[in-house]
């Protein structure tokens, strides 16, 4: 039964995601990113991978998507300024994603890895299992993030901030 | 919870793969469609995120939780790299009022 809610929760990603690219307004886009991204918790969930999904869920639909909903009601965008690209343009991109799914798929399918999803240990995905991980072996990337993410937000407001000096 | 990760154990792994795939290729079609510069940036989330959850299943699959650590760092990653696209997008906007990314061809010379 409930192997049926992967694929229930897969074709809601799938469509929720299709409407991210096709939606005329960028408001729109938008929220359906917020959609998309609430399948994915569910899909973390699912393969009980609980700490990744509450970090999804405060990261992505907490803080990215309000900087995304942020900017795109300060720039006072909407469906009359959105830039759309001629047909042709579309619809050669189009093609060029089918011919990149054909691709994997194709691959894919030669590899054949068709081994059920199986969760040996069950703690595997909780904040104790990862934590442990997270300080041990992976101890200098972690502190290299913070310095990352630091960088980042200098930049952010070195970026943002208005040019005094030569306006 | 456990009742319903247990009960998951039937789904093959090649389907979370041909899920990701799916979605890692509206991404790309997004980027290659779109000129809005925010869409074309959701669009690399898309991927950002298609990748994630590739990443996780692999890491139960394999019963191995450092996919999982990956996952996070990619998060952070992601954060950084939103904060500081944003920036230069509102840059370009206040510049050339609009986030047309055709505005922005010179940049190819």
Sequence with gaps: MSTQVFYFVATLSIIFSLMVIFAKNPIHSVLYLILTFFTFTVHYVLLNAQFLAVVNFIVYMGAIMVLFLFVLMLLNLNKETEPVKSPLIKIVGVIAGCCLIVTLVGSFKAASINSPLILKNQGLGLVENLGKELFGPFLLPFELSSLLLLAAMVGAVLLSKRDEVEA | ?109
């Design chain 2, 1 to 109: 919870m456990e009742n319903l990760t247990t009960q998951m154990a039937g789904v093959p792994l090649n389907h979370y793969i041909y899920l990701c795939a799916i979605i890692f290729t509206i991404g790309v079609i997004g980027v290659l469609t779109r000129r809005n510069a925010i869409v074309i940036f959701m669009s690399v989330e898309l991927m950002l995120n298609a990748v994630n959850l590739l990443l996780t299943a692999f890491s139960v699959h394999s019963n191995d939780p450092s996919g999982q650590v990956f996952v996070f760092f990619i998060m952070a990653l992601a954060a950084a790299e939103v904060a500081v696209g944003l920036a230069i997008i509102v840059m370009v906007y206040r510049n050339t009022k609009s986030i047309d990314i055709n505005v922005l061809n010179r940049l190819k010379w």
